[in-house]
């Protein structure tokens, strides 16, 4: 899986407008969270590049870049957790879930839809 990581609100606007052309996935994870890391292991397992060709997947490591996470929150007007995915499309978040909630096949399910569409 190849996690585009996201570090500066220059880059989150350059994703907004990706999310025109194809979906984006965004992925907060907490690095001091058990459970956000086993949340990112299961979906890193599972995920299928063949199937998410289509979706840019996107790391935010919230820890260190707590401000983004904020502006996120802010900007998709999604409450704030971890770990949690969002998938952006058309610059609005369209599916956010967080803890036991993160499936690659619910994810896989949402993504799906779009790009048939």
């Given at each position: 899986?190849?996690?585009?990581?996201?570090?500066?609100s220059n880059?989150?606007?350059?994703?907004?407008?990706?999310?025109?052309?194809?979906?984006?996935v965004?992925?907060k994870h907490?690095?001091?969270?058990?459970?956000?890391?086993m949340?990112l292991?299961?979906?890193?397992r599972?995920?299928n590049?063949?199937?998410?060709?289509?979706?840019?997947?996107?790391?935010?490591?919230?820890?260190?870049?707590?401000?983004?996470?904020?502006?996120?929150?802010?900007?998709?007007?999604v409450?704030?957790q971890?770990?949690?995915?969002?998938?952006?499309?058309?610059?609005?978040?369209?599916?956010?879930?967080?803890h036991?909630?993160?499936?690659?096949?619910?994810?896989?399910?949402?993504?799906?839809?779009?790009?048939?569409?």
């Amino acid at each position: 899986m190849n996690w585009e990581s996201l570090t500066s609100s220059n880059q989150l606007e350059a994703l907004m407008e990706k999310s025109k052309d194809q979906p984006v996935v965004l992925f907060k994870h907490s690095t001091r969270c058990s459970i956000s890391s086993m949340a990112l292991n299961r979906l890193e397992r599972s995920w299928n590049e063949e199937e998410m060709k289509e979706v840019t997947p996107v790391y935010l490591d919230l820890i260190q870049y707590r401000d983004l996470s904020g502006a996120i929150a802010h900007q998709l007007g999604v409450e704030h957790q971890s770990p949690q995915i969002i998938v952006v499309h058309e610059g609005k978040a369209i599916y956010d879930t967080s803890h036991m909630g993160i499936s690659y096949q619910e994810l896989h399910k949402v993504v799906n839809n779009l790009t048939m569409a």
